[in-house]
């Protein structure tokens, strides 16, 4: 049973570009939640998708935006990339209906370095 | 807003020696409360949860945290560390949703 796989793993972009991350979610997860984090902090939610719409969003501008496929697959897009947006991306994801409290199964992530 | 405080950045211990990793939460309700540990070059993987009752839960491989209401604590424990404890541990408390709110991590490194 494959758990959450993302990619690519490490990618370099320069400034003002775009970049799309990619998940999978575990097999019968069906929510996929992003997260950011930052060297030396804790992950940070951007935001979570469910039946292809977001539900839920963290604190982070328009320039973060998502997309969740019928299959429940998902990518985070970045446009205008600044050198802040330099961290790693956590992709988790859960099976809906389990309640507050159900686990969270994160993936490896997407180191992303901006130049 | 829900926030979580973890006041040490890196903790040093010898392998055999127990350990204590410390937890502060802000949060209104009853929380529910969770250790991650990442590795290097690995994801999150949880080691428990508390979301009601015993006071006292337990873990995997061998951790423990202890919820304390009237210091806001969840503190994680473990009686004897071993050299692949050493990792970054995060706490975190859940809002709605599932969303989680992290610390900032603990550092742990184990010298032998």
């Known amino acids: 049973d494959a758990g959450v796989t993302q990619s690519p793993t490490h990618l370099i972009k320069t400034r003002g570009q775009q970049v799309t991350l990619r998940c999978s979610p575990k097999?019968?997860?069906?929510?996929v939640s992003w997260y950011q984090q930052a060297l030396g902090q804790g992950p940070q939610f951007i935001f979570q998708y469910y039946e292809e719409e977001e539900r839920q969003r963290g604190n982070f501008p328009d320039r973060f935006s998502g997309h969740q496929f019928p299959n429940y697959s998902s990518e985070l897009n970045v446009n205008a990339l600044l050198l802040g947006d330099s961290a790693l991306y956590l992709c988790?994801?859960?099976?809906?209906?389990?309640?507050?409290?159900?686990?969270?199964?994160f993936g490896e992530g997407s180191r992303l370095t901006v130049l | 807003a829900q926030s979580v405080t973890q006041p040490d950045i890196h903790i040093t211990v010898s392998e055999g020696a127990s350990l204590e990793l410390r937890c502060n939460y802000s949060y209104g309700a009853t929380p529910y409360l969770f250790w991650y540990v990442q590795s290097p070059g690995q994801g999150l993987q949880l080691l428990l949860k508390y979301f009601s009752g015993d006071t006292l839960v337990q873990g995997i491989k061998g951790f423990e945290a202890e919820f304390k209401r009237s210091q806001s604590s969840f503190n994680l424990r473990k009686p004897s560390v071993h050299w692949s404890d050493a990792a970054e541990y995060f706490c975190?408390?859940?809002?709605?949703?599932?969303?989680?709110?992290f610390g900032a991590g603990t550092i742990l490194r184990v010298k032998s």
């Open positions: 975190a408390v859940q809002e709605y949703g599932n969303k989680l709110v």
């Open positions: 097999s019968g997860h069906d929510t």
């Open positions: 988790a994801s859960e099976q809906a209906g389990q309640g507050t409290g159900g686990e969270l199964f």
